[in-house]
Structure formats: structure tokens, C-alpha cells
């Protein structure tokens, strides 16, 4: 699975270059629609801390110098930022569930990933009930994604985020009291990302004005004029 890597780094530009590419589906666009709000835990106390699922380590080096190679190589293969690690991690294998005064239940689970440089994740499985509400966040809290909603199932029942930044990033779902037990949610990858997104000023992982790949448009050239919304 290869993921590329980008010019720009702010979301709306990710998504349009995940399509041009044909990486992603159309589609997917879709998924990250988000509803706003809190999460439940930044403004309540919730007893406990947040179980912890470490991904295996991850050969950098090994994949830079898969990198490097298919660069040499000539070949038109998109560049990549990351490398997705195959996980099994649910509402029912996973994480802690927690009963809330008034019904309602909480489930959280943090991912790490050690050097990532943001981390996002690939669902196989997603069918929020209504009523139901998922964030991701990462350590500091700088960036927070949600809330992912029934509005965002789809009848294949899958679902992507878009990187955040940081090596451990937390999960955070409620599910209404009415809805007990109704929730379908499981992780199936991990995409740990071993160049930085984010990354400003100078550096390696800078890129400047003619170093993208053949797979990258800028929104400002004539073929971006259907995502000037998005820009």
C-alpha cells in the first residue's frame, strides 16, 4: 500500500491529492466530513486512563532506502509518506468502555507508534448508531478530528482520517444509552508516518515549488478549478 507524500500539508489540499492520485476513492472525501463538538473527556473527569496499543517498530531506514530505489528506478510510482501497519482493534477487543452518570457509555483507546510523525487510521469496519460520536486526538490536544458521526457510515462500511500530527493519537467515542452495545468500529490499519506532513522550514522533509511527483496538481493550475471550494 503506498501512501504519498505531499507539498502542501492542509487537509483540503491531502484529500484532492489522495484522489488525483487514485490512491483513494471519491468518496473518502465524503468520510471526513466532521461535525464539530468536544470530546467528552476534555471537560470531564473520567476515572482511569486510556488503554495503550503499541505498533511493532518500524525500519525507517529500510524504507528510505526503498524510496531512494524507486526514484532511481524511473518508474512512475507515487512518492509515500507512510507505511500501514495491519491491526485488529474494536469496541470489542479493544480500549475501555466506561459508564457515565447519565447512561451514556465512553470507550477510548490510545495508539502509539513510536517516530511516527502523525499517524491516521483506516477502518474496516464503521457503523455509528445515531446519536453516536468518535474524535481522535492527539497527546497535546492540538489537533482533534470529529465528531465522526452516523453521518459519516456508508453502505461499504469503511472509513479513513486524515494524519494527525504525533507519535499517539486517542480515540474517543460515546455511545448513547439507548444505543447500547449498537456501535460497529474496528481499526483494521495503523498508517504510521515516517516523513513529517508538517514539517516547516528548511530540512529534508521540505519540499519546495517543482518538487512534487507526477501525481501532484497544484490547486492553483487550471486542472485545480474544480476544488477551489476545498482550497
Given amino acids: 500500500m503506498r501512501i504519498p507524500v505531499f507539498t502542501s500539508v492542509f487537509y483540503g489540499f491531502i484529500a484532492v491529492l489522495l484522489v488525483g492520485c487514485g490512491l483513494f476513492a471519491p468518496r473518502l472525501l465524503h468520510a471526513q466530513i466532521q461535525h464539530g463538538g468536544t470530546p467528552y ?6 476515572p482511569g486512563k486510556a488503554p495503550v496499543e503499541t505498533m511493532r517498530p518500524v525500519d ?6 526503498e524510496d531512494q530505489a524507486e526514484r532511481q528506478s524511473g518508474q512512475p510510482i507515487p512518492p509515500r509518506f507512510g507505511t500501514a501497519l495491519d491491526v485488529s482493534l474494536g469496541v470489542t477487543n479493544a480500549g475501555r468502555w466506561t459508564d457515565l452518570p447519565n447512561g451514556d457509555r465512553l470507550w477510548r483507546l490510545r495508539i502509539a507508534s513510536q517516530g511516527a510523525h502523525s499517524i491516521n487510521l483506516i477502518f474496516d469496519r464503521y457503523e455509528l448508531p445515531p446519536g453516536g460520536k468518535l474524535f481522535i486526538y492527539n497527546e497535546d490536544r492540538s489537533t482533534v478530528l470529529g465528531a465522526f458521526t452516523e453521518a459519516n457510515n456508508k453502505s461499504y462500511g469503511r472509513f479513513s482520517t486524515l494524519p494527525v500530527a504525533g507519535s499517539v493519537i486517542t480515540l474517543e467515542y460515546v455511545e448513547p444509552a439507548e444505543q447500547r452495545g449498537a456501535t460497529v468500529l474496528q481499526v483494521s490499519k495503523v498508517v504510521h508516518a515516517y516523513r513529517d506532513l508538517f514539517a516547516r522550514g528548511s530540512g529534508a522533509e521540505k519540499s519546495g515549488f517543482g518538487d512534487s511527483g507526477s501525481c501532484n496538481i497544484n490547486v492553483n493550475c487550471p486542472e485545480g478549478n474544480n476544488w477551489q471550494d476545498e482550497k
Fill in 41 to 46: 473527556s476534555f471537560s470531564h473527569d473520567v
Fill in 60 to 65: 525507517v531506514d529500510a524504507l528510505l532506502a
